[in-house]
């Protein structure tokens, strides 16, 4: 059985406005492991694709290796555009050394509703993934649900967006399409996609998902 645990602590600070929510690195983040791309920081997986989507989204530039660089860069853009980071997983088991949500046993999670006290200006939760067993928006239900707090369904449409209301504080929830390979499957599924590729046969689910991801980081 291979304990995960999360290497690196919330990134939040007073003026953060959103949090980015997601559930643990790859177990090789823990060891120090990296491959040739990774960073040394949140969604640092070279195969995670939500800072090469920021990338080209705001034209960041951004160095993908191990340098201290790489990880100050996406600090202090994170920092400009009042984002953190804080991931609902603090460790859990695993009897498959991989990435997976569904293979998460024994799953002990961060106190998501401590943080969201503790940091007032916290107006949106953006989820890096839709509702599926273990993934972050499903352990959000489930604390919510203890708490009595009702969450509510505003748009069905992708991305999803919910409310709840916490400390007399309204939040919101934005479930982006997961931006691990494993979702192109599901984008492949997708009529706004599949419109899209029969349109332009070179558009990708790298395209979608910057797409996607711009509409919603762009606002902030």
């Known amino acids: 059985m291979f304990f995960h645990f999360h290497?690196?602590?919330p990134f939040l600070h007073e003026d953060?406005?959103?949090i980015i929510v997601g559930t643990l690195p790859p177990p090789r983040f823990c060891e120090k492991n990296f491959k040739e791309k990774d960073v040394n920081f949140c969604y640092g997986s070279q195969d995670n694709l939500l800072w090469q989507a920021l990338n080209v989204i705001f034209n960041l530039n951004l160095p993908f290796d191990h340098s201290q660089e790489a990880?100050?860069?996406?600090k202090d853009f994170l920092r400009q555009k009042k984002i953190g980071v804080c991931d609902i997983?603090?460790?859990c088991k695993r009897e498959k050394v991989d990435a997976s949500d569904i293979g998460m046993s024994d799953v002990k999670l961060r106190?998501?509703?401590g943080y969201l006290e503790k940091?007032?200006?916290?107006d949106t939760i953006?989820?890096?993934g839709g509702l599926c067993k273990n993934s972050p928006e499903y352990f959000l239900r489930q604390i919510l649900k203890i708490q009595n707090i009702t969450y509510t369904n505003i748009s069905e449409s992708i991305p999803k967006v919910h409310e709840f209301l916490y400390k007399n504080r309204q939040i919101r929830t934005i479930s982006l399409t997961s931006p691990s390979n494993a979702a192109n499957r599901s984008i492949g599924a997708n009529s706004y996609y599949k419109e899209q590729k029969k349109r332009n046969p070179s558009y990708t689910t790298f395209d979608f998902r910057v797409e996607q991801y711009a509409k919603i980081?762009?606002?902030f």
């Open 16 to 18: 953060t406005q959103r």
């Open 7 to 9: 290497p690196y602590k």
């Open 217 to 219: 980081f762009k606002q």
């Open 89 to 91: 997983v603090e460790s």
């Open 111 to 113: 106190d998501i509703l």
């Open 71 to 74: 990880v100050t860069l996406r």
């Open 119 to 122: 940091y007032k200006n916290i």
């Open 126 to 128: 953006i989820f890096t």
